[in-house]
């Protein structure tokens, strides 16, 4: 299986371009706003979803275009803008083990920030001058938010249910794969069939990410970059707990279940469900769900010809399963 930093570097001349097109995108006149976007940009993750939108552009065509680099450029622009004001609603004060735009300045600039960052990617999409990669990306934002409002109602009216929870994961998380996978299609002219194809493969990579995100908040870890039980603290119960809840009764269920639905939760009631899902059998669930989701990929992903793009896709999916951060 190969690294994440394995699949960079074997594209690192289209990524470094589009990095080079985000940085002259974000630059500005505002010596303020220039040094807390390079603060940001210093810090900017793993870059998975414009790897997708450069993977799956390979797929059809040997040469990553302008617009490839611009659809790109966009969606992972869009997607910071939703972190950083994710990091101003939940008063989070790091993210990736660096403190976030919010606990360095302050929210009023974070906000500034985060319109900005949207406002760029909407450039960037424009730039290209091709209303489906446009329409892609305004119906992202939509379902983003969407998907935000939709953990919120369903944490205040406990809707604890394995459905509710993938509609939610659909919306906020696999909707950016998604749009990456139809952005890198129609960038390069990719047929209606292939773009639907690769559009359900990054909506199974998505949903796999997310649940994986999820599991991190079962153990105690130094590099995820937020405390344990920090979904719980917010109001959110994920698949691990939600399959032992749902699941065959076991000793304690209806209780942990009553206790779930609190308004509010102490650190010994969080530790309390988190032991519950680990001790019967939650996160051994949510691997096999991803497990199952993966070979839907794989079954996808064979209906294409063999291609350096096709493996490191499938490469991407093995490491978003295996990843300890």
């Known amino acids: 299986m190969s690294s994440l930093a394995e699949i960079q570097n074997k594209i690192a001349p289209d990524l470094e371009k589009l990095n080079t097109r985000i940085r002259s995108q974000l630059s500005t006149s505002n010596p303020l706003m220039d040094s807390v976007i390079e603060g940001f940009l210093r810090n900017k993750g793993k870059q998975i979803r414009p790897l997708i939108v450069l993977l799956t552009a390979k797929m059809f065509s040997p040469k990553v275009n302008d617009n490839v680099l611009a ?22 004060r790091l993210r990736r083990n660096a403190p976030t735009i919010n606990a360095v300045w302050d929210n009023h600039i974070a906000v500034l920030i985060g319109d900005f960052f949207v406002s760029s990617a909407m450039q960037q999409a424009i730039s290209t001058a091709d209303v489906r990669i446009i329409e892609a990306l305004c119906h992202l934002g939509k379902l983003l938010s969407v998907g935000e409002l939709d ?6 009216y406990h809707k604890l249910t394995e459905d509710a929870y993938f509609q939610i994961i659909s919306y906020k998380t696999a909707s950016l794969f998604v749009a990456c996978a139809r952005m890198g299609c129609f960038a390069v002219g990719a047929s209606e069939e292939d773009t639907a194809r690769m559009a359900e493969f990054a909506e199974l990579l998505g949903l796999c ?37 749902n699941g065959a009764p076991v000793a304690g269920q209806q209780a942990m279940r009553e206790l779930s639905m609190k308004e509010s939760l102490t650190e010994d009631e969080i530790a309390t469900l988190l032991a519950f899902a680990r001790d019967n059998g939650g996160i051994r669930y949510a691997f096999e769900k991803m497990g199952e989701l993966r070979n839907r990929a794989a079954a996808i992903m064979a209906e294409f010809p063999d291609s350096p793009a096709s493996s490191q896709l499938m490469a991407i999916f093995d490491y978003i399963i295996s990843r300890d951060f």
């Open 71 to 92: 659809a790109g450029a966009a969606v992972e622009l869009l997607h910071s803008a939703s972190l950083i004001h994710d990091d101003v609603v939940d008063n989070s």
């Open 151 to 156: 953990q919120i109602y369903n944490a205040r």
């Open 209 to 245: 990410f997310q649940i994986r995100d999820d599991i991190f908040d079962y153990y105690p870890s130094d590099k995820v970059g937020k405390p344990t039980g920090n979904d719980l603290r917010e109001g959110k119960i994920t698949l691990p707990l939600l399959a032992v809840l």
